[in-house]
């Protein structure tokens, strides 16, 4: 009994020292984009494939989260359109879903900004190219929200960029942009 107690007590301690682990909720958790260009804007969705959330006495300590690329869908449009925009995003000009069918981000550095706000600097890594990426995360009891600004370019995404290209007009895609996060664990 005595080496079952101390066992426990080895298991316990050792959670608190690296901290407790809570997987993302897969079904509850969103992922929703934004990407503007001249003429207007498009907005869709993208799916977790995994996540999770790393505590340490009440205090978020990591994060490290796989999204799913080949389920980029577009939300704005129907029909033809939708799929010929959804194709397109998919495409080698964008993302490559086939060449690389995750994105990924792992929590590098996380500053406490009191009641549940949290400064995150990460590294994330889209189409095989890694980058660093700032952004505030908002957590509440059992899920938690942020808002990123991503600049495609430092991906090698470049399709329509006015940074690259001259005289696009009004065809110029913009090089930022968005993702609201909601993470349910």
């Known amino acids: 009994m005595k080496k079952f ?9 050792f959670q ?5 682990s809570k997987k993302i909720n897969l079904q509850k958790s969103s992922l929703t984009w934004t990407g503007k260009k001249v003429t207007g804007e498009h907005q869709g969705s993208l799916l977790f494939k995994k996540g999770n959330l790393t505590f340490k006495n009440k205090k978020l300590v990591g994060g490290n989260f796989v999204v799913d690329m080949t389920s980029l869908n577009n939300t704005d449009q129907t029909g033809n359109d939708k799929a010929k925009l959804e194709g397109h995003l998919k495409s080698a000009d964008f993302f490559d879903t086939e060449g690389f069918p995750t994105a990924q981000m792992t929590f590098k550095k996380i500053t406490s ?4 706000q949290y400064q995150i600097s990460a590294d994330l890594s889209i189409k095989g190219k890694t ?3 700032n952004f505030d995360l908002n957590l509440k009891s059992k899920s938690a929200t942020a808002h990123l600004v991503i600049d495609r370019t430092k991906y090698g995404i470049q399709y329509g960029s006015g940074s690259f290209f001259e005289d696009l007009g009004d065809r110029t895609i913009y090089d930022e942009f968005d993702l609201a996060v909601v993470l349910a664990f």
């Open 113 to 116: 900004k009191g009641k549940g």
């Open 16 to 20: 608190t020292i690296i901290g407790q």
């Open 131 to 133: 980058n660093p990426i």
């Open 5 to 13: 107690t101390i066992l426990l007590l080895l298991i316990f301690g």
